[in-house]
């Protein structure tokens, strides 16, 4: 490197107060501002070399997702290899730890695996991904058989999402050397099956997702891990579009799973879609548990107040909270790191 080359760049940089300075080289823009780490835009200043700056912070430890708003265009960090899986990616990874580690963040403890899979969606006829994630002592252990928790993502998002920025295997990982949790297999699909429907969140997804689980997905499972194949050891539970998603099939399905979760989610039309199910007495019976949650500032929480009516004028037994948060992945992983425990016992 020259005497008169410009300084490499480095972003996001963190120091050791947890104050972060975001950078981008922009010599052409004429505004850039920051999405993601706070509720409004942050604006960036540009320098002599055509660098964008702005330091925030401290910021709590935990998970942020980010992106540059450059004149009104969405980008990644260039400078950042860490983004979050999306179907069209343009959020990037922020970590900030602490000696403290959060229930979602990489302790000392035994640690399972994740593992990625190509299959043949019958219903779909193509190829499509999960993954899955087995505890540790899975492979150390061939003659024991577990419990599968069927788990998914939300809209935009991809079956790597829950992982790479859920964390939900180290939240098990940490639930489990805590002696909180049951040892399980964690399924995580990929939740976009009709690919002309972007949100996610209509009939034909639903329909079309709940075909490729229970055709492709559980049997595949079942084939290539040792569960325990019957609905006292089979869970359901997603955030928003994946949140709809469990709560469709997991009702519709009592034969299937007998344990339900819903984060930020709701049925749209559960009369309808719900309603064989919602109206036989034997399917209460063979529930063991029916767990919703959302945030009291989630922009969703009137679709679900709906839903709830109609919940509580079929009489389903439900555990139901409305807690603090919005519709944001820090309400979620809380969440994971709640309903895991209750599962399988």
């Keep these: 490197m020259r005497a008169d080359d410009p300084p490499l760049i480095e972003s996001p940089e963190v120091d050791r107060f947890h104050r972060v300075t975001f950078r981008l080289e922009a010599p052409q823009a004429e505004k850039v501002d920051l999405r993601g780490i706070q509720r409004t835009l942050i604006k960036l200043t540009k320098d002599k070399n055509g660098v964008w700056s702005v330091t925030v912070g401290p910021l709590a430890p935990g998970i942020y997702g980010y992106s540059f708003i450059v004149d009104g265009e969405a980008m990644l960090d260039p400078e950042n290899p860490r ?5 069209s990616p343009e959020t990037s990874l922020l970590e900030v730890t602490s000696d403290n580690p959060l229930p979602f963040q990489w302790q000392d403890v035994p640690h399972g695996t994740i593992r990625l899979h190509d299959y043949r969606s019958k219903p779909l006829e193509r ?14 252990n061939p003659t024991k058989h577990y419990p599968v928790l069927y788990l998914f993502h939300g809209t935009g998002d991809t079956e790597a999402t829950w992982t790479e920025f859920g964390r939900a295997h180290m939240i098990l990982d940490n639930l489990l050397a805590e002696g909180k949790a049951q040892p399980m ?9 009709d690919l002309d429907d972007e949100e996610g969140i209509g009939r034909r997804n639903l329909e079309e997702f709940e075909n490729d689980l229970l055709q492709s997905v559980v049997p595949y499972v079942d084939k290539n891990y040792r569960t325990r ?10 955030l928003s579009m994946g949140g709809i998603q469990s709560l469709f ?10 344990w339900i979760g819903g984060m930020s989610a709701w049925v749209p039309d559960v009369d309808s879609c719900c309603a064989t199910t919602l109206n036989d007495a034997s399917v209460a019976k063979s529930r063991r548990l ?4 959302i945030g009291s500032d989630d922009p969703y929480l009137p679709q679900y107040k709906e839903f709830e009516v109609a919940m509580e004028r079929h009489h389903v037994k439900r555990d139901f909270h409305i807690t603090e948060g919005a519709h ?17 016992h």
């Design 127 to 140: 190829l499509r991904r999960l993954r899955v994630y087995t505890p540790p002592g899975y492979d150390a």
């Design 185 to 193: 297999l964690v399924v995580m699909p990929d939740g976009h099956a």
């Design 249 to 258: 099939t997991g009702l519709r399905h009592p034969e299937l799973f007998a």
């Design 290 to 293: 029916l767990w919703l949650q």
């Design 83 to 87: 983004m979050k899986p999306e179907r």
């Design 328 to 344: 944001t992945w820090p309400v979620w992983r809380g969440y994971l790191s709640e309903f895991a425990p209750l599962l399988f």
């Design 229 to 238: 194949p019957d609905a006292d050891h089979r869970a359901v539970c997603g």
